[in-house]
């Protein structure tokens, strides 16, 4: 039987559902706080808003979320653990999304304490205030960069990744194992989502996506590294969030595997791991032709090696996923792309364009 997430007293309607989501004001936060609202729960938001990219863009999102009286938001970075930890007292939460990180592949070669602060420390804290709130389901963000030299594809939950390329990804598997450990000692239902690829609307003005359209739009050359060679298994926003939402429904049962062979839940604790991607890789140079196709323009194309970090191929597993949740996402890249394009044209802001 899996854990409760509301506190319903008997003859009574169940009080409304209280979640805390950290990094609400980013891409992946912001897209399922949104929907949490909408689901009717009460979230409370928590974010750093570091300048990591336009700050400008983190507080278009967060003017969206404060339209909701069943919003509250709290400044915090998540290296304090003071603030943290009365952040957790005043939420009282059924459930905790952990989506704060510092992110990037690429800058981790650059500021590497960036993410031994955040995510390391930073999920710390994240963890010490689960563990004192005992929610009914804890689930962090990681990647599917953990996966690193592996080149068996797909990539599944259950394949050893001890071969992190990246600061970032070294972190975030960190981040995973951190969790098993509190799953463990504490009783815990945790769950570790790795994500491939994400994209959409309000996404990040860093992502690929992003600077491919506007150096488009812009006759400006767009850097193509791995000389197009490289191969993604892009997941669109909206289905992201179904996964999470789905999964967070779905808690870890220590010694209740849903298949004994692909699971990736845990011998020693109520935790496991699960991919969220469609396993439809597409091509970088087949994602940018869609891309000139919806604008009808060409690209100037400027291509590079493989830097440094970079994996040429990533295929997510989706069948425990499916097993969990019924579900898979299906966006194609022609419509996930088309639906940005029109959003970008109707408010840039929303594409960080």
């Known amino acids: 039987m899996q854990a409760s997430l509301s506190r319903e007293r008997p003859n009574q309607r169940p009080e409304p559902r209280r979640a805390l989501v950290t990094g609400s004001a980013g891409f992946i936060g912001f897209h399922l706080t949104l929907r949490l609202l909408r689901e009717g729960w009460i979230v409370t938001g928590v974010d750093g808003m570091t300048d990591y990219y336009d700050v400008r863009l983190k507080r278009a999102r967060l003017e969206i979320l404060r339209r909701s009286n069943a919003f509250s938001f709290q400044e915090i970075m998540l290296e304090d653990d003071a603030s943290m930890t009365q952040a957790f007292d005043d939420a009282r939460p059924d459930v905790v999304v952990h989506l704060a990180a510092q992110a990037g592949v690429r800058y981790s070669l650059e500021n590497p304490r960036a993410y031994i602060d955040s995510n390391l420390t930073g999920t710390f804290n994240v963890m010490e205030g689960v563990r004192r709130a005992m929610p009914a389901h804890f689930l962090t963000a990681s990647t599917s960069s953990v996966y690193g030299a592996n ?13 992190p390329l990246t600061l970032y990804a070294a972190t975030k598997r960190a981040n995973e194992v951190m969790a098993h450990s509190y799953a463990h000692l504490w009783g815990i239902p945790t769950t570790a989502f790795r994500f491939f690829t994400v994209y959409g609307p309000w996404g990040r003005p860093d992502m690929a996506l992003f600077k491919f359209v506007r ?10 590294y791995g000389e197009g060679e490289m191969r993604r298994d892009f997941t669109y926003i909206d289905d992201l969030v179904e996964g999470i939402v789905r999964l967070i429904a779905t808690p870890p049962v220590a010694g209740a595997p849903v298949d004994p062979v692909i699971d990736s839940l845990s011998p020693a604790a109520p935790f496991r791991v699960v991919n969220i991607g469609g396993g439809q890789p597409v091509g970088l140079i087949d994602f940018i032709e869609v891309i000139e196709a919806e604008l009808g323009k060409k690209s100037i ?39 940005f394009v029109v959003s970008a044209a109707s408010a840039p802001c929303r594409s960080g364009l």
């Not at 150096?215 to 850097?223: A, L, M, R």
């Not at 291509?303 to 989706?318: C, F, I, L, N």
């Open 151 to 163: 080149s068996v594809m797909p990539f599944r939950e259950t394949d050893r990744t001890d071969h």
């Open 215 to 224: 150096g488009i739009v812009e006759g400006t050359p767009i850097d193509i």
């Open 301 to 339: 194309r400027n291509m590079m090696p493989m830097q440094k970090g970079d994996v040429r191929e990533t295929v997510a597993s989706a069948e425990l996923l499916e097993l969990l949740t019924g579900y898979t996402p299906a966006t194609g890249v022609k419509q996930g792309v088309k639906t």
